[in-house]
């Protein structure tokens, strides 16, 4: 997904129309909707991605370019920490899960609050790597505040008592550990890439995890 602009567009358009798949399979469950939402998130921000590429290779302008990079980043640092606990709330039946759920959700409050708080004192850069995207935001305690956002998004849907939202967070984390340890100014490239492609569980949990109607029977 992040290897090009050309593979962020296509990709972003297929996790768009996986994440309009899963919304059309919420049926009555209102409390569904910001999770079955967030593969439209991840591919819209796949998207915006592929304006940066471009901006960057010099095929739209940098003003575009600067803009694209704040609304990714504020989706990616912001946006994620604190949307993914909390529909993973919404949605949890058992009580002291969603308990949880609502503390990490406060854990990605804090999180993105100190990164926008980084990324309006900059300086904030993004150059292209090979395969990906390197964005850098100058945060002191940095390891710190990594730590406690893989909590707030991989710990919240590890909680879930729903073993599609779980398998999720598990293949997740394991890519966390994994892109970690290939490659670090790529970080946030790479992973909202992963993330975006696995997003497709939420889909087949919307379409596959509806509740049975009920059959009434006639009186004879």
Not at 40 to 65: D, N, T, Y
Request: glycine share 10%; net charge positive; aromatic share 10%.
């Amino acid at each position: 997904m992040c290897f090009s602009p050309q593979a962020d567009l296509i990709g972003g358009a297929v996790i768009c129309g996986i994440g309009v798949d899963a919304i059309r399979h919420i049926d009555r469950r209102p409390s569904h909707l910001a999770l079955a939402t967030l593969p439209v998130v991840f591919g819209a921000h796949q998207i915006v991605e592929a304006v940066i590429w471009f901006s960057l290779q010099g095929h739209v302008s940098s003003g575009l370019g600067r803009a694209a990079l704040w609304i990714y980043l504020i989706v990616a640092f912001v946006f994620l920490p604190i949307f993914v606990p909390v529909a993973v709330a919404a949605i949890e039946p058992s009580r002291w899960r969603r308990r949880l759920a609502t503390c990490l959700a406060v854990v990605g409050t804090v999180v993105g609050g100190v990164l926008l708080a980084a990324m309006v004192r900059g300086p904030m850069t993004v150059v292209m790597r090979p395969y990906h995207l390197a964005y850098s935001v100058h945060l002191s305690d940095g390891g710190i505040f990594v730590g406690l956002y893989v909590l707030a998004t991989c710990g919240a849907v590890l909680l879930s008592s729903n073993r599609w939202i779980v398998i999720f967070g598990v293949a997740n984390l394991i890519a966390v550990v994994t892109i970690a340890n290939l490659t670090i100014d790529g970080f946030a490239s790479v992973w909202c890439a992963w993330a975006a492609v696995i997003s497709a569980a939420i889909a087949l949990q919307m379409r596959f995890g509806r509740p049975r109607r009920k059959v009434g029977l006639a009186a004879t």
